[in-house]
């Protein structure tokens, strides 16, 4: 049981809280050692799904971009639907177009656009903890230094999990709330976009709002938000902030710029644009922000999953080392009553961890390339190996 002591620092908004309790015996750190050997069990099983199922859906993506690539077929015009394109996969380029307006009516606020964002922020107050861990008169102790600022948050903080609420009492709820509105129909040319493709009109932006007048007498335009506060230049908790922020330009020309343009790579089904299956059961239905031609679009498309695959290969790999880590740490719990001995030991079972993390994943990559690249994964065997056949050959006795 913590036994708290409050200390005050005079002058300033923070105290310090000091808890301590009773050092953990032997039997107690060898039970939190063998559950943290079940977690670590459980993330080493979970790191070979991982790895192995990333490769598998590198192989298809990378099948199915070189497949789509070699099918996709320009459209000049985007007027006019052919009939013949149906079903195939096309690549067309230009500006977007929504047939109504998105309408904020308790702002007056009235766009061409795909997406509107209304973002709502309350200054309230936030808690800070700096902590540190130290041992006295045979104790744990920890202490932290709490301390308290009013911002601007997009949610709402609750002061019921403060170390000290009273004076730093937030509003439960804000006054408006925050919300997307999404263009229903969203045309490129005459052709529609799927859901999917609208969803992937993400590039928000800032609206200007110095042509906007305030819609009430109580919020006040400025600096681009509309503040619900008495004096904006000197909030207080609770007080509102609200901005808007708009994807997909579209329409006429309006006071923010023209319609942006946009490129696609979708399946032509009469006059609409939808997912197109490729043969190895992927679904192309790309947008891009911006005037790419098809190769362009594919080659990026690679490079996003040639990322994609790197960062679920090491976080796969890390999540072997870290379950390594705590399957063998309980030898460390051993000896860790033995200075010398405990940090040798725990030098070498992380060296251990790393040898064996590095060699099991590249093997788990080779499975999974074996068929599609078996030159490649012969190699990343063989440097899988190479750790064994090192310690092997140093071993080896010596002959005269």
């Known amino acids: 049981m ?4 409050l200390a005050e620092d005079m ?39 991982l790895l192995f199922t990333n490769e598998g859906r590198c192989v298809r993506t990378q099948k199915s971009l070189d497949e789509g690539l070699s099918l996709v077929v320009h459209l000049n015009d985007i007027y006019s639907p052919t009939p013949l394109n149906d079903g195939k996969l096309v690549h067309l380029i230009g500006p977007l177009m929504t047939t109504q307006p998105l309408y904020d009516p308790n702002y007056g606020i009235s766009l061409h656009v795909v997406k509107l964002q209304r973002r709502v922020e309350m200054y309230q107050w936030v808690e800070y903890g700096d902590s540190r861990d130290y041992e006295e008169n045979g104790e744990k102790k920890t202490e932290t230094r709490y301390s308290y600022n009013t911002e601007w948050k997009s949610e709402v903080v609750s002061s019921r999990n403060f170390d000290r609420e009273i004076g730093h009492k937030n509003p439960s ?11 229903p129909v969203v045309n490129l040319g005459n052709f529609y976009l799927s859901k999917g493709l609208i969803e992937k009109i993400q590039s928000f ?10 819609p009430h007498a109580d919020i006040t335009v400025l600096d681009d938000y509309f503040y619900h506060s008495r004096n904006p230049r000197s909030p207080e ?18 006071f923010l710029g023209p319609p942006y343009t946009v490129t696609v790579v ?15 059961g992927n679904h192309l239905e790309i947008l891009y922000e911006e005037q790419l031609s098809a190769t362009e679009v594919f080659e990026r498309e690679h490079a996003a999953n040639s990322t994609l695959t790197w960062a679920l290969r090491i976080a796969g790999w890390l999540l072997m080392f870290v379950g390594l880590k705590l399957m063998v740490r309980i030898l460390h719990t051993l000896v860790d009553w033995l200075p010398i001995v405990r940090d040798l030991v725990s030098l070498g079972l992380t060296v251990f961890a790393l040898c064996v993390a590095t060699s099991l994943s590249l093997l788990t990559v080779a499975v999974g390339w074996v068929f ?15 750790p064994m056949l090192m310690a092997k050959a140093r071993d080896r006795p010596k002959t005269l």
């Not at 979708?266 to 190895?280: D, E, F, I, P, V």
């Open 266 to 280: 979708a399946r032509q089904q009469t006059n609409a644009l939808a997912a197109y299956s490729t043969r190895a």
């Open 372 to 386: 599609y690249r078996p030159l490649l994964a012969l190699l990343l065997t063989l440097l899988a190996l190479l």
């Open 173 to 183: 709820s804000m006054a408006v709330e925050s919300l997307t509105v999404v263009a």
């Open 11 to 49: 002058g300033t908004d923070e105290h310090v809280r000091v808890t301590s309790q009773k050092k953990p015996g032997f039997l107690d750190r060898l039970g939190e050692t063998t559950g943290g050997m079940l977690v670590g069990l459980a993330a080493f099983l979970l790191s070979f799904y």
């Open 2 to 5: 913590a036994r708290p002591q």
């Open 237 to 254: 908790v609770g007080d509102v902030r609200v901005s808007f922020h708009y994807a997909g330009l579209s329409g006429q020309w309006s």
């Open 205 to 214: 932006k800032k609206m200007p709002l110095s042509k906007f007048e305030a």
